[in-house]
């Protein structure tokens, strides 16, 4: 058979659109299976072209199409098209809080807390007292004030806008703004300090060297007219050697005597300090003198995507009413998520109800013990034929903005591939159902019991069990 005949036999749009298997789709509407059909059907002539090619006017027999497999194609393209963007994944990367994979779970109270409101009216500005126009700041911030222990609060769509709003209201007319050489950073890949400086409308002034800043570098920039002082979290590396920086408590007094505020981004809302963490923690750098301090909702706070300011009542009014606070104002299911969190670790400060804090806490043997009974129950499938399984030592790492240099020790199942190809093994990880997310490591692939939600490790034997035998 030549090209054009193949072509010619190509099934019509309509022929697969009338074949019984969309049944089992019933909601999916007809736009959906018109363009599945239509990509199916493309693609199958941009075979039957590219073999022609090859071919060179040979025989195509083996190219010729049948309606019954298009069909199927094109009702699980039909099937792909409308499934959620946003997936649930299993984290087996061992970053507690990562990014990539949507950062904090949420506990069972701030889970309770959205769907009690989120299909109901509520008065998310409303005095129900008076009836009048509430603000949807002043409870929450009343609430965030009294468990950090300071003047007053407010809440942000998240940590950068938290930034951006107290450069835009404190030093947004041109202000000077000290802030180290050392901690110019960047985090996650678009948020860069000196970048957001600029569209705040304030001016950096850069003190000390890389490496080392000292309380005379701020001193003169001080003296120089700068009027706010940032202290910037290193979250994602580390500095050793020859380094030097100026804490808290001695940039505060120096503020203070200049009549300066001391802003410290945290990045990671470390409420109390923590043995684990040897992170600076909110309440410290609060008592320490911080006018302001700046956190993330969704890192080691362990709730919603959100930004929080804490600190001085006077200043953060400021905050409060300047027009970018409109811009950046938190979503009424945040507010419900972040209160409810909160809640929790004012019930449990050791942070026993916040999945992430209970990961992070995870001993040694109880992942020992998770770990064996995951290397059995993948043992017994036949997938795991193509593997090589161990448990070996590992160490994960909290992430979400907590110092690089943590590492907390841990156990992980390794698949090491028969045929050497953990690239594609990851792959294939990656595209089973539910996604499992490991990571690569000297030629296998880790999948670390650390970041193992309750339910995970079930939810890996089955997803690996419903692999198709040929990716393992
Ligand atoms: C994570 C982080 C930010 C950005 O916070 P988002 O909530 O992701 O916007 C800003 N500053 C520091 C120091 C951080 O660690």
New binding site residues.
Partial sequence: MGSREVLRDLPSIDRLLAVSGWDALPTLPHSVRVEACRVVVARAREAVLSAANQAGGQDLAAQSVNTEVLAAEAIAEGRLAVRPRIRRVINATGVVLH?NLGRSPLSTSAIAAITRVAGTYSNLEMNLETGARDSRHARLGASLARVLGCGDALVTN??????FLALSALAGDGAAVAVSRGEL?E??GS?RMPDIMRTSGAQLVEVGTTNRTRIDDYASALADGASLVVK?????FEMVGFTEEVGIAALASLCREQDAVLLH????GLLEASPQLREDSVTASLEAGADLV??????LLGGP???VVAGRADIVERLRVHPVMRLVRPGKLTLLALEATLLAWERDPCGGEIPASVLIQRTEQQLQQDAEELLEKVAALEVARAWQLEIVSVESTPG??SSAAIRLPSRALSLCPRDGDEESLAGNLRAADPPIVGRIEGGRVLLDLRTLLPGDLDAIVESLAAMPLTTA
């Fill in positions: 990014t998240n940590n950068a806008a938290a930034v950073v985090i996650g948020f910037v979290h290193r979250s994602n981004d945290l990045g990671s700046l956190f993330s909702g969704d890192k995507q959100a930004g979400g903005g």
